[in-house]
């Protein structure tokens, strides 16, 4: 079987809602662009009938394909996506993003070679987030503590994110934490090795509430920088 052009990986928890309308509306958005591509669907821990709708849409569309971890971990399920992506190129979606104004600003940097990695950023100049106030702040929050503590020197680092896999896969091996964190780490270690990089602003209006609480994230948001810290910071990996 031959490699696409575009992988697309999309972490998927407890979406039965959603699923399989995001996920057929994104493919046929993709065909009409032209654009050779598959989409891995990341199910991780879902208690709801997630998996089935995913067979059922995947059996209806070879391009489509999805596999299944017992926890419910954003991070190592995103990780496992990109190590099995095929494509050249991959974006690593949000089931309930699925921006398509995103990809077609995104693509073409990286086919022209003006970035290696595109973040999509709630908190770039230009950008609009509609998400409550409070998760908002919490964005912030996070990304001057990557700043102060690990020298980021970005805007955001979690969501959207499209990229050169074989240029981004030493990175991904590289990385240690899994769970929101993973996302972070990939990001701030591509900034500190020189990878080219470009933050583009997204319009972010998510179509459903978030599946997991704000603040059932934060021990381990925090753990998980610490142990950046550590292994960045202290033994320089």
């Known amino acids: 079987m031959s490699s696409p052009h575009l992988s697309v990986v999309i972490p998927v928890y407890n979406e039965a809602s959603i699923v399989a309308s995001a996920g057929e509306e994104l493919a046929q958005e993709l065909s009409r662009r032209g654009i050779d591509f598959e989409i891995v669907f990341a ?86 987030d509609e998400r409550p106030l409070i998760r908002r702040l919490a964005t912030r929050a996070h990304n001057r503590l990557l700043r ?9 680092t979690h969501g959207l994110k499209a990229f050169r896999r074989e240029k981004l896969l030493p990175v991904v091996d590289r990385c240690v934490v899994d769970m929101d964190v993973f996302a972070s780490e990939l990001v701030v270690r591509a900034w500190r ?40 910071r202290v033994r320089g990996d």
């Open 193 to 232: 090795d020189g990878i080219p990089v470009v933050e583009i602003p997204i319009q972010l209006h998510e179509k459903r509430r978030p599946s997991i609480h704000l603040f059932r994230r934060v021990p381990n948001v925090l753990k998980n920088v610490g142990k950046l810290v550590w292994v960045i």
């Open 148 to 156: 102060v503590t690990l020298g980021f020197r970005g805007t955001d």
């Open 43 to 128: 199910e991780n821990g879902s208690t709801d009938s997630t998996p089935q709708i995913l067979e059922e849409l995947c059996a209806r569309d070879p391009r489509l394909r999805w596999f299944h971890s017992e926890e419910p971990n954003y991070g190592a399920a995103l990780k496992r996506g990109i190590l099995e992506a095929r494509g050249e190129l991959l974006v690593c979606d949000e089931i309930d993003l699925c921006d398509l104004v995103f990809y077609d600003r995104a693509l073409p940097l990286l086919e022209r070679g003006e970035a290696d990695l595109v973040v999509g950023s709630k908190a770039a100049k230009g950008a609009s």
